[in-house]
């Protein structure tokens, strides 16, 4: 049954996004985060989904008489710079052949992000994209917090098989990241059963955060809720819910999860954080001695004997920033963290325009819970090997698409939003926070 519900959704996708590159994008958005041919168990498992839906949308670009632009912004420039200095690092790469497999995902997933560039113009397009992203990982928010509750967190919450979000950590760093952009779209709501409904899965989102038993996602979790609470104008009312939940959701779990966290404190005692902070070394003396990096492929016996051969433990680097210095070497981190910080100058570019008039009021909320999200990607991500996962990427181009409706105004000439998305006659009031 849930192979020809697969099926019975893709084919009949396909036939409009041939026509519209951004449904394209849509599909692709959905089948590239969410893996949902993972949860059947026939045909459609191991069906080259992804590659058809990417096929489809690419040929769109042919077809379609939408209208298509790069928006070259300075974040989309550096993200082209980053991606063509991978392709340099993978010809130099110490195992290039077993390399080029990692960047061939790479750049599938960079070449899609470039076409949702270009392809995503009006509001309704920017927030469906979020409908999809919020959706694919709120998905499995759902389901691991009502696992968590029903079985008391002893057991972890674990991501679906492939993929980037597998594990418990991944998939704890993206509910992290998705929690925010639920948000937004709970304030533009105008209907109360889509506002009640997604308050819901943010609840069971955080439940299943702590289900998974990350530690990084806790972190990640902490300093999200101080930037929201940092921007909150009403502090102490604010600051009061946010202890009532967390000691509600606190109370949910066991005793073994208190004792996981509490690792925390006491790392040197810990096998795998201990591994992590010796593969963090090992990526710096790459980096050191090659500027290129090693490539894709280093986490190796043998580059171990060679770049920390007093290491007692052999692991990949778990941490976004040192598994980029270590496979791209200095020039690719810079790229990789020029990024993120052009991202939230974008966000604050258009926070600062947007608070001017009602009818922009939707993107002043938007660039800030994505400013969240990244906040919890960018603290989560220094624990998990997630440089390439699409979810932030997306958030980019959320950004970069938004600053693009902003100063065409397209506000002039669309007032509406997606579905449930508030126009500017909406009853639900939008408070702007003091600090922007």
């Known amino acids: 049954m849930r192979d020809l519900l697969m099926l019975g959704i893709v084919l009949g996708a396909l ?22 041919h993972k949860l059947t168990w026939g045909l459609a498992y191991d069906a080259p989904w992804a590659a058809i839906a990417a096929g489809v949308t690419i040929l769109s670009l042919l077809i379609t008489r939408d209208k298509l632009s790069m928006p070259w912004e300075p974040p989309v420039k550096v993200l082209f710079a980053f991606v063509i200095w991978m392709c340099v690092t ?45 959706l694919s990982i709120g998905f499995y928010g759902l389901k691991g917090g009502l696992f968590t509750l029903r079985g008391g967190g ?11 979000i597998e594990g418990n950590n991944e998939l704890a760093v993206a509910l992290v990241m998705a929690i925010p952009l639920m948000n937004y779209l709970r304030i533009v709501a105008t209907r109360p059963w889509i506002r009640h409904g ?88 790459l980096a050191n001695r090659h500027v290129f990096g090693g490539g894709f492929e280093i986490y190796r016996p043998d580059i171990y004997a060679i770049f920390a051969p007093d290491s007692q433990q052999q692991q990949g680097a778990h941490s976004i920033y040192f598994s980029v210095l270590g496979e791209h070497g200095y020039v690719g981190l810079l790229l990789f963290f020029v ?18 008039r009602a009818e922009t009021l939707w993107l002043h909320h938007l660039a800030g819970m994505c400013q969240v999200s990244l906040v919890g990607y960018l603290v989560g991500g220094a624990f998990l090997a997630l440089a390439y996962f ?18 065409e105004k397209r506000w002039e000439s669309e007032p509406q939003g997606a ?9 639900i009031p939008m408070i702007i926070p003091k600090r922007a």
């Open 15 to 36: 036939p409009f996004a041939l026509r519209h590159t951004w449904i394209g994008i849509l599909l692709w958005t959905w089948i590239s985060i969410m893996n949902p």
């Open 90 to 134: 993978t010809a130099f790469a110490f195992y290039p052949l077993i390399s080029w497999e990692q960047l061939n995902k790479v750049l599938k997933i960079q070449l899609m992000t470039a076409i949702a560039f270009a392809a995503l113009r009006e509001r309704k397009h920017i927030e469906l994209f979020l409908w999809v992203n919020v």
């Open 154 to 164: 002893v057991e972890r919450v674990w991501g679906p098989p492939g993929g980037f």
């Open 198 to 285: 997604l308050l819901t899965l943010m609840l069971l989102s955080a439940v299943s955060v702590l289900g998974s038993q990350s530690r990084g996602a806790l972190l990640a979790v902490s300093a999200m809720g101080l930037v929201l609470w940092v921007r909150s104008e009403r502090k102490v009312v604010t600051g009061f819910w946010f202890g009532v939940i967390a000691l509600g959701l606190l109370a949910l779990m066991p005793g073994s999860w208190e004792q996981r966290m509490n690792t925390i404190g006491s790392y040197e005692q810990d096998h795998s954080a201990m591994g992590r902070i010796e593969a963090w070394k090992m990526t710096i003396n």
């Open 339 to 356: 990024i993120w910080v052009l991202a939230f100058r974008t966000a604050w570019k258009i926070r600062q325009d947007a608070k001017q």
């Open 390 to 407: 699409d979810l932030p990427y997306n958030i980019l181009v959320v950004l970069v698409v938004s600053l693009r409706w902003l100063q």
């Open 419 to 427: 579905f449930g998305a508030a126009t500017t006659s909406s009853p």
